[in-house]
């Protein structure tokens, strides 16, 4: 399963369908927040599930603030991260993952790409857990810097990636 990943759209949809071409065939679309409206005009133009999540910049009645999928064994908790403060620590998105049993976190917020293994107690996964935020498709922290993410997941065996416009 090829599952493409995008956050922090904020209106600014050409770049996201920009991303969305780039990334070549994908089976799923996760959308971690900021313009949740943003999802659903992505999900009209494109034939694939896409699932997403509110940000700070949505309204919380306009869809769910944390989301959880099993994806080929796999279990995806999306999140924007807002409320866990991940722009001053992770720890409370760590810790909620652990709590949910995730395989992989996705989020968005900090308009910051990157991911990370951290390992944890008890945890069945020899890599660990994996931390996954896509960056900014419209307004990435470094100039002309706009990020998507790939997560590819076969076999249980999950590869994350980061790629630029």
């Known amino acids: 399963m090829r599952i493409g990943l995008l956050s922090d759209t904020h209106e600014l949809l050409d770049t996201a369908y920009r991303a969305i071409e ?4 994908i089976d799923l679309l996760i959308h971690a927040g900021d313009y949740y409206r943003d999802a659903a005009k992505i999900a009209a133009a ?3 599930p896409v699932h ?11 869809g769910p603030e944390e989301k ?6 796999a279990v995806l908790f999306i999140t924007h991260g807002h409320r866990y403060n991940v722009k001053i620590s992770i720890y409370s998105l760590f810790s909620r ?3 949910l049993k995730a395989d992989v ?3 968005g917020h900090t308009h910051i790409p990157g991911y990370g293994h951290t ?3 008890g945890y069945s996964k020899e890599e660990g857990l994996l931390i996954i935020n896509p960056g900014s498709i419209s307004r990435p922290r470094e100039e002309g810097r706009h990020s998507y993410g790939i997560l590819e997941i ?5 590869k994350p990636a980061i790629f630029y416009l």
């Open 22 to 25: 780039a990334m070549g065939p």
């Open 46 to 48: 494109v034939n694939v």
């Open 52 to 62: 997403a999540v509110v940000g700070n910049c949505d309204s919380r009645n306009e």
């Open 68 to 73: 959880i999928l099993e994806v080929e064994g």
């Open 97 to 99: 993952a652990v709590e």
């Open 105 to 107: 976190v996705i989020y």
């Open 119 to 121: 390992r944890v107690a």
């Open 154 to 158: 076969n076999g249980g065996v999950i």
